[in-house]
């Protein structure tokens, strides 16, 4: 099956961002479900429930528990 010449993500787009550990402590309650990459979970051995794109974007756990919170300083680094 081909592909459309435009499909993708656009050169210098990003899909990940660093944050802190002490800026997600501060905004998410001690039992929030945070989505990572299931490569990411192996490396350190942490276990969860594995989930889809789809699954992911109809979640209004996170969006709930972040309505409270106070908003997070993000600083993107483009140059990594």
Do not use: Y
């Amino acid at each position: 099956m081909a592909t459309k010449g435009n499909a993708g993500r656009k050169k210098g787009s990003v899909s990940f961002t660093q944050v802190s550990l002490r800026a997600l402590n501060r905004s998410l309650k001690e039992d929030a479900v945070v989505t990572v990459s299931r490569k990411f979970a192996e490396v350190l051995n942490l276990t969860g429930n594995l989930c889809s794109h789809d699954e992911q974007l109809k979640s209004t756990e996170a969006e709930e528990l972040l309505e409270d919170s106070p908003p997070v300083e993000v600083k993107i680094n483009e140059n990594w």
